[in-house]
Nanobody, 120 residues
Framework: VQLVESGGGLVHPGGSLTLSCAASGFIFRDYAMGWYRQAPGKERELVAGIGYSGHRKYYADSVKGRFTISRDNAKKAVTLQMNSLEAEDTAVYYC??????????????WGQGTQVTVSS
């Protein structure tokens, strides 16, 4: 399993970023995918999850209405669109592969992460 994130960077509060994850080494269309984040001094948390077909989605309360997760099974890619970014969104963001086709079953693999910093 290989998950490679891209798209992180420095953005002002209120700004937007799009994170992308390129997946390989497994049958992408069969598995749920997700995005985690870990801020300094805090535990890693699940930010968003998406089922294998793209229809079932999960969002943490802290990002609902601001973040959107999507996937392209043909391209083996998952994207996290982040709008109205806040300083509290500053963290390393990790792409993750689900244990099964449903994000409810948890996640088993993570990429190396991409840094997102929200600061004025």
């Amino acid at each position: 399993v290989q998950l490679v994130e891209s798209g992180g960077g420095l953005v002002h509060p209120g700004g937007s970023l799009t994170l992308s994850c390129a997946a390989s080494g497994f049958i992408f269309r069969d598995y749920a995918m997700g995005w985690y984040r870990q801020a300094p001094g805090k535990e890693r948390e699940l930010v968003a999850g998406i089922g294998y077909s793209g229809h079932r989605k999960y969002y943490a309360d802290s990002v609902k209405g601001r973040f959107t997760i999507s996937r392209d099974n043909a391209k083996k890619a998952v994207t996290l669109q982040m709008n109205s970014l806040e300083a509290e969104d500053t963290a390393v963001y990790y792409c993750s592969k689900g244990r099964t086709s449903d994000w409810l079953r948890g996640f088993v693999s993570w990429g190396q992460g991409t840094q997102v910093t929200v600061s004025s």
